[in-house]
């Protein structure tokens, strides 16, 4: 069987419904990619929000009364939010109160030298 070659043109009929279909799509991609980009500034403003929050709360949870090794009672919290057993007993991001003489003095001076735990003296 013998080998053809085909010569190409060096023009192509160009249909006009194709180029403004084109032009269309072009459109509406270039839509889409300023939208994406306002968006990201959004998602960006959002989290440096986010992380201004954070900040605060975690100066304000320093700031609170931390509980102290004479206290009879405490309340007690993850610092991460999620939960965590220490001395028998499981914590979670919601202040727990406990009692000194529920937990024993060997717990509760481990809770207190706990570094995922926080404490504060309860009201």
Request: with cysteine; aromatic share 4%; glycine share 4%.
């Amino acid at each position: 069987m013998a080998k053809q070659t085909v010569k190409a043109g060096a023009t192509a009929e160009v249909n006009p419904e194709d180029t403004a279909l084109a032009a269309a799509l072009q459109q509406k991609l270039d839509e889409a990619l300023a939208e994406n980009r306002r968006l990201l500034e959004l998602l960006a403003q959002a989290e440096d929000e986010k992380q201004d929050l954070a900040a605060a709360l975690a100066a304000a949870d320093k700031a609170a009364d931390p509980a102290e090794a004479d206290d009879e009672t405490m309340q007690v919290r993850t610092a991460s939010g999620k939960t965590f057993w220490r001395c028998g007993l499981q914590f979670d991001g919601s202040w727990r109160e406990i009692e000194r003489a529920d937990v024993g003095d060997d717990a509760w001076s481990r809770i207190l030298a706990e570094p995922q735990l926080q404490t504060k003296k309860a009201k």
